[in-house]
């Protein structure tokens, strides 16, 4: 299904892993210290991005002087401890599975690359990938194309022979500013 691309590049919380209910608990738990809401709706359409921006964007939603660092901070804090035990792979891995060892895999995710590699490695998924690229191994964030393309630079693959897995608009614009095909994973029933 994949055999025009050279390179397969994955979004991994919500594409590869199931760990959107954790990271919404973990908001919850956060912002309810403060006496804010979790607007689910504010922040699905930013799913992708860093957390220090999520932070950023529902602090000033509230109209809140908080840090928005100090805040992703605590939040990266609380879903650390809560993902080991509730996180699962989501169907998609059978993609990663079947091209293993046939074509150069990288994830470009909007957590940070440690998180990434701690996730990966507890599920017994690190080692199907060439790369991982994190938030905080770029400059600029999905819908910004530097995440994929430093993927494809670390895989040797040129990004119009890359295909990109993602479950968040952000991904796919990053995506196609890349050059990039993609799959929204959305539309797989």
């Not at 109209?63 to 401890?81: C, G, I, R």
């Not at 792979?89 to 091209?99: D, G, R, T, W």
């Amino acid at each position: 299904m994949y055999d025009d691309y050279d390179g397969l590049i994955f979004d991994m919380d919500g594409t590869l892993l199931d760990t959107e209910p954790t990271h919404r608990k973990a908001w919850h738990q956060v912002l309810n210290k403060y006496g804010m809401q979790f607007d689910e709706s504010l922040v699905v359409g930013l799913n992708g991005s860093p957390t220090w921006f999520i932070a950023g964007t529902i602090l000033a939603a509230h109209q809140s002087s908080l840090d928005p660092y100090q805040l992703a901070e605590e939040k990266t804090a609380a879903v650390s401890a809560m993902l080991l035990d509730h996180v699962r792979p989501l169907p998609l891995i059978s993609v990663v599975k079947q091209a293993y060892g046939k074509k150069p895999m990288a994830v470009g995710t909007g957590s940070e690359h440690h998180m990434a590699e701690m996730l990966l490695e507890h599920l017994g998924l690190l080692h199907y990938f060439d790369a991982i690229v994190g938030a905080d191994d770029v400059k600029a964030y999905k819908p910004h194309p530097e995440t994929f393309l430093r993927c494809a630079e670390l895989i040797g693959v040129a990004p119009e022979k890359c295909v990109v897995f993602e479950d968040a608009d952000f991904g796919i614009q990053a995506a196609q500013a890349a050059n990039m095909a993609f799959v929204d994973v959305r539309l797989i029933p």
